[in-house]
């Protein structure tokens, strides 16, 4: 059938990325992740629309300036996702799913606890942040923080779901889950924006309301439907020396989200410095830029799949030339992007407002802002190599590198001479600079686990031949 791929066992998919032809398997595995990341640029930018029009220039300031708190809050949930994509994909790759489907188990309850307990926090970061920024929008970003911590439970399940299946070389589940997001926030912007008319409430009662509804979806998926990858919480109980393991593997990528989006926090308090105009022009050409960065970022998910059940296998040559194909593919669709969308980019700019001084501003960040992808790109797909490897120790480094010591730097020693341009050119240098820097490590990299330092976690390696009922090429069964 056409679309037998869609039903292939966890079995079938590891058969396919450790024997089939790395190209045709990354690109296979990549279509649906690009397609989810083509849905996860449409989000903020149908955001940004909705927001820009019927919520007005403050509001959208005030999100633009709270994102990056959120995210910060969320580094614990990004730390699970990138551990269950790195310990899951390494067992699966040794064939180990009984031991898989337990691991996974604990990732589930530990990041509802975890999320639940960071929603008050939010709460009080909200008071804190607000008494300490631009009056004109200090009300707004309280509002907007304060009530966003109903959400904050059911993003941190999100995260980790992705990982589960990303890890079982599934990408097209995140990718359903993504496209169901889409329509619900679409269709819940529309009622309490335009028809309920709520303003800053109404875009985070559509947000809990979206949110809400795809994690129930999720729980079936994960816990009710009937199959092989159904996680059972009946006598469960906590794994410590598990949990240990995922926060050893995970805690790397939690620091690398949070210092990232702390980096982001500086980079916009030095912005709305210059007022909401400017913040607001920010926030529009970040939402159009978004699919840019997304697109030729998404490869990264599909070389961690392939290179965490490679070295899990034993293969480290594969998983070397998987990082080096994903990484051509990678800037290669930076490429077309870029020359999609810089020539639409004052059409782009006017959907979201009329305001010529607005206008202006974000036209200049965008055209900065796009030619950066192709370095931005790269450097991510060396990002999930290295945690498809377990080393998410080098991601953090990376990351920190990437936006502190290069991008927030670079902002602080040119801003007397660019303004505020200074952010969007330290995008730009940041970028390629990370790229060079990211290659060199690589190639000085040992490709062998950083998890179980080339040790099996169980004590039976699965034999890696391909099953007798496995599928043999993309899109056959």
């Avoid at 309850?109 to 970061?125: D, M």
């Avoid at 269709?187 to 309490?192: A, E, G, Q």
């Avoid at 620091?255 to 909401?276: D, H, K, V, W």
């Avoid at 900065?368 to 953090?396: D, E, H, N, W």
Wanted: with cysteine; net charge positive; proline share 4%.
């Amino acid at each position: 059938m056409r679309f037998a791929f869609l039903h292939q066992s966890t079995e079938q998919r590891r058969d396919l990325i450790l024997n089939g032809s790395i190209l045709k398997t990354l690109v296979f595995l990549s279509i649906p992740t690009l397609m989810l990341g083509g849905v996860q640029s449409l989000m903020p930018l149908l955001d940004g629309l909705f927001i820009n029009n019927l919520a007005g220039s403050i509001a959208a300031s005030a999100i633009t300036y709270s994102n990056p708190i959120i995210n910060m809050m969320s580094a614990l949930a990004m730390g699970l996702s990138v551990a269950a994509m790195a310990i899951l994909g390494q067992l699966n790759g040794r064939g180990d799913y009984a031991t898989t489907k337990g691991r996974a188990a604990q990732i589930v309850v530990v990041g509802s606890i975890l999320g639940l307990a960071s929603a008050p926090f939010l709460v009080g970061v909200a008071a804190l942040v607000s008494d300490a920024i631009n009056p004109e929008i200090a009300h707004e970003v309280f509002v907007y923080l304060s009530l966003y911590a109903l959400v904050l439970p059911f993003s941190f399940l999100e995260s980790i779901y992705n990982g589960i299946m990303s890890a079982n070389g599934k990408p097209e589940a995140p990718f359903v889950r993504m496209v169901l997001m889409l329509v619900l926030k679409v269709l819940f912007n529309f009622l309490f924006l335009a028809v309920l008319k709520m303003g800053l409430v109404g875009c985070v009662l559509a947000s809990l309301a979206a949110n809400a509804l795809v994690t129930l979806w999720m729980f079936y998926e994960l816990f009710a439907k009937p199959g092989e990858d159904r996680l059972d919480l009946k006598g469960f109980r906590f794994d410590w020396p598990v949990i240990k393991e995922l926060a050893r593997v995970g805690l790397p990528a939690m620091l690398n989200s949070f210092f990232l989006n702390l980096g982001f926090f500086l980079i916009n308090t030095e912005t709305q410095r210059y007022g909401a105009v400017v913040l607001t022009a920010q926030g529009i050409a970040g939402a159009i830029t978004n699919a840019c960065f997304i697109l030729p970022g998404c490869l990264s998910s599909s070389v961690t799949m392939m290179v965490s059940m490679h070295i899990g296998a034993g293969r480290p040559d594969k998983a070397r030339l998987s990082t080096l194909i994903g990484c051509a593919l990678s800037a290669a669709t930076a490429v077309i992007v870029i020359a999609i969308v810089v020539p639409l980019s004052t059409s782009l700019t006017l959907l979201f407002t009329r305001d010529a001084q607005i206008v202006d501003i974000a036209y200049k960040a965008l055209h900065i802002y796009t030619y950066s992808v192709v370095g931005f790109g790269v450097c991510m797909t060396i990002q999930g190599a290295f945690i498809g490897l377990g080393r998410t120790k080098v991601p953090l480094i990376l990351g920190i590198l990437r936006i502190w010591l290069l991008r927030y730097l670079f902002i602080l020693a040119t801003e007397a001479r660019l303004s505020f341009y200074a952010v969007f050119w330290g995008n730009l240098f940041s970028n390629y600079a990370a790229a060079v820097i990211a290659l060199v490590i690589i190639g000085r990299t040992k490709w062998v686990s950083g998890i179980w330092k080339g040790e099996s976690p169980v004590l039976p390696v699965a034999d890696v031949s391909p099953p007798a009922e496995a599928s043999g090429a993309p899109g056959t069964a």
